[in-house]
């Protein structure tokens, strides 16, 4: 009896997973449709790109900042410890920070904060009634909320990872100057002597992926918020853990995929 | 008696184990003006938004001019919903529009009218439900009451052939409930617009409806005019309009 109702368990689990799976997949294919609408959506667009994109921006810095910082630092002491040469340190900084850290930090930040105000808004929007108001005015919520948001999403988190690329830099310079000893030249020469724009372009189709997964996930669990303020809050956090590891889980199939070993 | 506009075949609709509408059959002939009554949680929000596919039913089906609006899609849904009108219970205004955006949406996403014609529309259904000083504040700054008649000027504002009310005087208080059932009136009788009105009031059932319709335990326990309704002598019906604890109604 219990292995049957374990059974059970798993079998209704698996349902759920492919019923989400499907759900963001018809979720995808709305986006894709109403990406007409373009024009004729263009000022709510333009609204959110100033929401999503520009007032994430002093916190994707803030973070930067720290992750070049403390990444010059690690690779300083991994350096001493096995006794590499110091000219390296910018070239070290430069490849973590463009190939992995910006990309995959500033998603997973992004997922927190805009992910997180998505679901939470149209959770809201939904248990309050505001989506049915639209459905009965003829007017399209996915045309209306969802495709904006994605579309913000999808160009906002690569334009931040611009940004976050050269604050975590620059971040890791100021570590190597003052606390590493390592002058400017030598830091930026390392830095120039392996950059490859092949590594930036990559980091930038992952954080473009990475948007596209955040702003979907973030919608399709709004719109299927149930049961008020509790279920907003559920909604939410279930949002982000799931923006979260899907992030993880396309950067790990990302590595796998461009760096054969 | 006018041509039959929206039917409902056996709707029936459960949530997870429970069953809330259970094969209802419902004729709503064009320009009628009917009341739906019954207990918080009887399933009256929900036949509403049946109404207009805001929600698919189990089983059923729902006719309007003999069209099954299951069928329909895309272009199509959308012209069907642009015939009604709806005032949700919550009034369902979106927080981050002011008042007039909120009136004047349904209007500008139409593409229809141009600039100047939709600040006149909104100014005038405004008018008509006693708003237009509030045309500027965004919902959070108004009462449950006012919130409730900005929802209506909205679902009025591109001037539907059926009009769904959800309670549109809970909450409010006497005077204006009244201005509101007169307006509830006057657009049913001069603009013979079609009216749809869930309430818990009966004062304003008998003052609105041509005919009243009670939903009990999933199916519909009377339909019959405001004169039936008061010489029904079904015990349901009759502790349902006295208001009294005592009776066979259990709540549940
Ligand atoms: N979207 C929904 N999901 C789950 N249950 C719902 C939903 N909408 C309504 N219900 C349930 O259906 C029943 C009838 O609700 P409703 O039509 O709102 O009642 P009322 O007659 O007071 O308007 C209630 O038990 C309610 O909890
Ligand atoms: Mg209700």
């Known amino acids: 009896m219990a292995e049957v109702q374990g059974l059970v368990r798993v079998g209704r689990r698996g349902i759920s997973v492919v019923s989400w799976i499907g759900g963001i997949s018809i979720l995808s294919s709305r986006f894709l449709y109403h990406l ?125 990872v611009v940004f976050a690329d050269f604050v975590a830099i620059m971040g890791g310079l100021v570590v190597s100057v003052v606390g590493v000893d390592v002058s400017t030249e030598t830091y930026l020469n390392g830095l120039k002597s392996s950059f490859q724009l092949g590594d930036l372009v990559n980091g930038l189709i992952k954080a473009w992926v990475f948007g596209l997964i955040i702003g979907l996930v973030a919608c399709f669990e709004g719109f299927r918020t149930q049961g008020g303020a509790e279920g907003v809050g559920t909604a939410t956090t279930q949002s982000v853990v799931i923006s979260m590891v899907l992030v993880l889980v396309f950067d790990f199939i990302f590595t796998v995929l461009l760096f054969r070993i | 008696m006018a041509e039959s506009f929206i039917q409902l075949e056996r709707l029936s609709k459960s949530f997870k184990q429970k069953q809330v509408l259970d094969g209802i059959s419902l004729d709503i002939r064009r320009g009628e003006s009917i009341c739906i009554i019954g207990l918080s949680g009887s399933g009256k929000s929900v036949m509403l938004k049946h109404l207009m596919r805001l929600m698919d039913p189990d089983e059923g089906r729902i006719l309007v001019d ?30 981050s529009m002011t008042v007039a955006d909120n009136v004047g949406l349904g209007l500008t996403e139409s593409r229809k009218y141009t600039d100047e014609q939709i600040e006149e529309i909104v100014i005038s259904k405004l008018e008509m439900v006693g708003m237009v000083d509030s045309a500027e504040k965004l919902p959070s700054e108004l009462s449950g009451g006012m919130r409730k008649r900005v929802g209506l000027a909205r679902a009025i504002a591109t001037d539907p052939e059926v009009m769904l009310y959800d309670e549109p005087t809970s909450g409010l208080d006497p005077v204006t409930s009244d201005v509101i059932d007169d307006l509830i009136v006057e657009l049913n009788q001069k603009l013979h617009v079609t009216s749809v009105t869930v309430t818990h009031d009966m004062r304003s059932a008998f003052k609105i409806a041509d005919r009243i319709v009670m939903l009990y335990g999933g199916h519909i326990e009377f339909d019959g005019s405001p004169e039936q309704i008061r010489n029904n002598t079904n015990p349901v019906v009759q502790q349902f309009i006295a208001g009294s604890a005592r009776g066979p109604i259990r709540v549940a």
């Open chain 1, 36 to 160: 007409k609408d373009i024009p004729r959506s263009a000022r709510v667009i333009f609204e959110q790109f100033n929401s999503i994109g520009v007032k994430s921006l002093p916190l994707i810095i803030v973070i930067a900042v720290f992750v070049g910082a403390v990444s010059a630092w690690q690779a300083a002491y991994q350096f001493k410890f096995i006794g590499a040469p110091l000219r390296y340190l910018g070239q070290a900084v430069g490849k973590a920070v463009i190939m992995e850290l910006g990309p995959v930090l500033s998603a997973l930040v992004f997922a927190g904060r805009v992910g997180a105000g998505i679901t939470a808004e149209l959770g809201t929007m939904k248990v309050t009634e505001q989506i049915d108001a639209l459905d009965s005015m003829g007017i399209s919520p996915n045309r209306y909320l969802m495709m904006p948001r994605v579309l913000a999403c999808m160009l906002m988190v690569p334009l931040l």
């Open chain 2, 66 to 95: 003999g069209q099954d609006i299951a069928e329909l899609e895309g272009e199509d849904l959308v012209a069907m919903r642009r015939r009604f009108g709806m005032l949700f219970q919550g009034a369902a205004l979106l927080d």
